[in-house]
């Protein structure tokens, strides 16, 4: 019974999935006879796909609710107000979050192990196909651990290391991993998975798995667990496949009709059809009518929340950065008077280039995970760790300037380690915000709870990690919850 719930709950998502922008697209299935389902190929891709969803939590509200403000809300980039938000924001900003937390669990912890049931289900039962050659199974096999890995990266980054679940057979109450253990497994199948997926623009429908983003997602996870030779190495393998490459206007870049480009590595799909991107609906300001710069208009709904960015990393920019053009500074309110956000911690962030074709407040805008730019920035921190200041890393940062139309910085700019990892904070800063990577870099170079407190926030050393959330506690007896909650 409970893997036949699995299934009818992977059809559902499946079809939620499979709607966005006509992706991922096979012939729909209605009989959901297991002896059938399981042992096709087309329902097995069913179970995949669903997994595939799960993953890239493609509800509009779990991207940009869990993957990107509570990545940002606690740190130096951004902050919120009003609105039904507001009552989780407020904990994520001032640091009094705890184990009830209802984000922890809906955004943060229940999709990973949903899509992790997915693929342990299509691992579990890729021998029963029938119909399937064996290329097809090494490549969907390859796929589901790929997504599998991918979850438990995203858990271990926000929660320290989980129970590791590897088969439907498992036990529902497990013991968390030692960190070992979780490291270990994550590299793994990484490893495993990267020679037999397709070459980046040969996967078989646009957002699934290719060895590129297996790449890109192993040398970020070296980064973060500061294995630098490991992230540098790879990070000059992912080069050297000669695919990837800059989008050269970085204004242009988040833009819907520009989505599918040879700098998104890996993104979380987005149909102004649903489930879609509403990140704009949140940062517009209270009676927003128009952008003076560029003339953009209202497009959608404009939430009571209020996603705005501080003031400190406004400042922060060269103003010739090209990157500070998706802050919008000023609007012309529906009175038509202009309203300046600055110096007031009110400037907003309109990454997310309001779709024309909006529906009900969605964009079809895919929210990148993993872009080009990052791999060239985790390549120049390593070998900054590795070595201190050196050519290559400046040659690397300057390429990322290049396009923000900013002049080079020279090695003989930096005297020390310490000051040129500052510089590719600051950097990354300028080149991710509102991508849901902030907390990750200021914890990886030893600043998100220092950050905080300079900021005048009660943050305690053990809230690097999140806490396990109360639901998963209650229905797990094994879990030992995080230091410190």
């Not at 299935?29 to 002896?35: D, I």
């Not at 990052?374 to 290049?402: F, M, Q, V, Y």
Request: proline share 5%.
């Amino acid at each position: 019974m409970k893997n036949r719930c699995l299934y009818i709950v992977g059809m559902c998502s499946l079809l939620l999935f499979a709607g966005c922008e006509k992706q991922l697209q096979e012939q729909p299935y209605s009989q959901l006879v297991p002896g059938n389902f399981i042992t096709s190929v087309s329902g097995i891709t069913a179970v995949l796909y669903a997994a595939y969803a799960q993953e890239g939590e493609l509800s509009g509200q779990k991207a940009v609710k869990g993957c990107i403000a509570t990545q940002e809300w606690c740190t130096d980039l951004m902050w919120e107000t009003s609105g039904s938000d507001n009552r989780i924001a407020s904990q994520i900003i001032d640091f009094t979050w705890d184990a009830s937390t209802p984000w922890f669990f809906s955004m943060l912890w229940a999709p990973p192990y949903a899509a992790i049931a997915d693929a342990n289900d299509v691992l579990d039962n890729i021998g029963n196909l029938k119909d399937a050659t064996d290329a097809q199974k090494e490549g969907l096999t390859a796929e589901a651990r790929f997504i599998r890995a991918i979850s438990y990266e995203h858990l271990y980054s926000w929660f320290g290391p989980v129970p590791l679940r590897k088969s439907t057979s498992d036990t529902l109450q497990l013991t968390r991993a030692t960190d070992d253990e979780m490291k270990a497994f994550i590299a793994s199948e990484l490893l495993a998975v990267i020679p037999e997926l397709p070459d980046p623009g040969k996967e078989a429908a646009y957002g699934r798995a290719n060895k590129g983003a297996a790449m890109g997602f192993l040398c970020k996870f070296y980064l973060n667990t500061r294995q630098w030779q490991k992230s540098a190495d790879v990070a000059k393998q992912i080069m050297d496949l000669d695919y990837y490459q800059l989008f050269p206007d970085y204004e242009q870049l988040f833009h819907v009709e520009n989505e599918r480009n040879k700098e998104f590595m890996w993104v979380r799909q987005a149909s102004n059809l649903g489930p879609g991107n509403v990140w704009m609906s949140s940062v517009y300001p209270p009676g927003f009518k128009e952008d003076p710069r560029t003339g953009q208009k209202l497009i959608g709904q404009n939430f009571g929340a209020q996603y705005r960015l501080l003031d400190g990393f406004y400042d922060s920019f060269d103003p010739k950065d090209t990157r500070q053009n998706l802050i919008l500074t000023s609007y012309i309110n529906t009175q038509g008077k202009l309203i300046s956000l600055l110096n007031k911690d009110n400037t907003r962030s309109f990454k997310y280039w309001p779709d024309p074709n909006n529906q009900n407040n969605q964009g079809g805008n895919d929210i990148p995970e993993l872009r080009y730019a990052d791999i060239l920035l985790a390549r120049a921190e390593a070998l900054n760790e590795l070595n201190g200041p050196n050519a290559e890393s400046i040659d690397l940062i300057n390429k990322i300037r290049e396009r923000a139309g900013l002049s080079d910085i020279a090695l003989a700019d930096f005297p020390s380690k310490e000051a040129l990892r500052d510089h590719v904070l600051a950097e990354r800063g300028w080149e991710f915000y509102s991508e849901g990577l902030r907390r990750e870099d200021l914890l990886r170079m030893g600043k998100f709870i220092p950050g905080a407190v300079a900021r005048g926030k009660n943050a305690k050393p053990f809230q690097k990690l999140f806490p396990i959330p109360l639901q998963a506690m209650d229905s797990n007896p094994e879990l030992v919850q995080n230091t410190g909650y």
